[in-house]
């Protein structure tokens, strides 16, 4: 059973940085993506940033070049660095696992963590 734990959140003002930390445990295999989602209040999910196997990366527009997603495969750890924060980056951030053993994909998804952003 795949387990992750996130870390990092907390309150910030605007231009500000945070690094949100996504530990996983269990069997996490060869092929997958890891990634970071966020909810805002009265708003949908929405893919922030995802990191593949081989390191490949995408953003959400509105996060190119503030935010840099990374992992560090020895650690089980992915890190999501958020620099010049911005209040419309409030919300709960999801770590998000997806791995993928032939055909069947499993799918895995951390507590949450809150950022919040002030003006």
């Known amino acids: 059973q795949v387990q992750l734990v996130e870390s990092g959140g907390g309150l910030v003002q605007a231009g500000g940085s945070l690094r949100l930390s996504c530990a996983a445990s269990g069997s996490i295999f060869s092929n997958n993506a890891m990634g970071w989602y966020r909810q805002a209040p009265g708003k949908q999910r929405e893919l922030v940033a995802v990191i593949n196997t081989a390191g490949g990366s995408n953003y959400l527009d509105s996060v190119k070049g503030r935010f840099t997603i990374s992992k560090d495969d020895a650690k089980k750890t992915v890190y999501l660095q958020m620099n010049s924060l911005k209040p419309e980056d409030t919300g709960v951030y999801y770590c998000?696992?997806?791995?993928?053993?032939?055909?069947?994909?499993?799918?895995?998804w951390g507590q949450g963590t809150q950022v919040t952003v002030s003006s």
């Open positions: 998000n696992l997806r791995q993928w053993v032939t055909v069947r994909k499993y799918e895995y």
